[in-house]
């Protein structure tokens, strides 16, 4: 198992801005997500978080917008660049242990 | 690209009735895994499905894979007011990427 502290748990931002998110867990982890989940909707994942390397971002998903920082095994971030309403999201880090996805709590942005 | 299309959208039972959810696939799976995550929750794993025309029990939960491989569903028999949620399916490539379906949103009446 594993165990995902990610924060914020929420903000409210302003257009324009850019938000950084944190996610940390308990236990080295090779493979780290990062997904995005609208309101009332589904779960796309924007990008995998490779430690060391760039991440693979998904299609409809660009590092400019959505730059991720993977420094170890056990931390990343997401930043949701120069922000508009329509990112207004839960977003969530997630890791592949064995079999399962653990996902953190995730950070739930309104974008004024 | 992968569509994982999931059904029904939204159920509605009294509680002790059985609840299905299906999910199908535009290519052939790895595997299928199932969520559930609560009202204001995060999704939580249930269960993988690996083998083609497999069938797990939890509890009051079965849980199907297609001989295909391109389709599964999850029954619960008799719900309960535990149940209530938004049950997700999840298709697997055998990289470990996961695409999610829409969720079924079960509501259950006491």
């Known amino acids: 198992s594993a165990v995902i502290s990610q924060k914020p748990s929420r903000d409210i931002c302003q257009r324009g801005t850019s938000l950084t998110i944190q996610c940390q867990v308990d236990?080295?982890?090779?493979?780290m997500f990062w997904y995005r989940q609208q309101p009332g909707q589904s779960l796309t994942l924007i990008a995998t978080a490779n430690q060391g390397s760039e991440a693979t971002y998904e299609s409809g998903f660009v590092i400019d917008k959505f730059p991720i920082s993977r420094p170890n095994l056990t931390f990343s971030t997401l930043t949701v660049s120069n922000m508009s309403p329509e990112d207004s999201s839960i977003y969530l880090c997630s890791v592949l242990t064995g079999r399962e996805l653990f996902f953190g709590e995730g950070s739930r942005l309104t974008v004024l | 690209g992968q569509q994982v299309m999931q059904i029904p959208q939204y159920q509605h039972v009294q509680e002790g009735e059985d609840f299905t959810t299906y999910c199908n696939s535009s290519?052939?799976?790895?595997?299928i895994q199932w969520y559930k995550q609560r009202p204001g929750g995060h999704p939580v794993f249930l269960i993988q499905l690996v083998k083609s025309g497999e069938v797990k029990k939890q509890k009051r939960l079965t849980f199907q894979f297609g001989e295909a491989k391109k389709n599964s569903s999850l029954h619960i028999t008799a719900t309960q007011t535990t149940d209530v949620g938004t049950y997700f399916c999840?298709?697997?490539?055998?990289?470990?990427?996961?695409?999610f379906g829409q969720g079924t949103i079960l509501t259950v009446h006491p």
């Open positions: 236990s080295q982890v090779t493979m």
């Open positions: 999840a298709g697997g490539t055998s990289y470990g990427k996961l695409t």
């Open positions: 290519t052939t799976l790895s595997n």
